[in-house]
């Protein structure tokens, strides 16, 4: 199938059936999630992978009892760094001059503007930036598990202040951003299932010029 059939296919599905997602499927799912473009290859976010139901069952009144939390299979925490360090951005250039077999100093100078450009931005700023980043690994996250028919389910709507205690992100120096439900439909009891998909017409999305 194609990833427009795919993408037809996937919803936000809203009642899982509690079956497991094989882990393979589920790594292939981070591993895109890996590979996703990210501004100046910084990768400023990670993700936790989380399959402890104890845990599950904790997290369930933070996102306001949403049932996919625990009926699903595994829930993904997309969490940004907090904000930019000049040590991280070094080591991130330094780790990456090293897998290529290139120059210590190679872009040096790209590097210092870089840092100094986000040094003079806000922390609230720098984190925003940061999640920006993270979405877009989300999205792509969206699209593998459609690509191997495991069902997901985005979720925004969450206590990320109490998520971050009990998941202790702040010790990493990260916020959640965003939340990914795996697991399967349960077709007899989601009332989405079965509706028809709607989008904005793309005569109406694209705007040509």
Partial sequence: MSILDNLNWRYATKKMNGTPVEQEKVDFILEAARLAPTSSGLQPFRIIEITDPKLKEQILPIAYNQSQIVDGSHLLVFAAYDKYTKERIDNTFAWQNN?????????????????????????????????????????????????????????????????????????????SVTILALGNRDEENDWLVNLKKVRVHQDDFVIRK
Avoid: C
Avoid at 107 to 125: F, H, R, V
Avoid at 140 to 160: R, W, Y
């Fill in 99 to 175: 897998e290529r077999n290139l120059p210590e100093d190679f872009a040096a100078d790209y590097k210092n503007n870089l840092w100094a450009t986000y040094s003079q931005l806000s922390e609230d700023t720098q984190f925003n930036h940061a999640a920006r980043q993270a979405y877009i690994a989300f999205g792509i996250a969206i699209a593998a598990a459609a690509e191997l028919k495991v069902d997901a389910t985005p979720m925004e709507g969450f206590n990320s202040a109490e998520l971050d205690k009990l998941l202790q992100l702040s010790e990493l120096n990260l916020k």
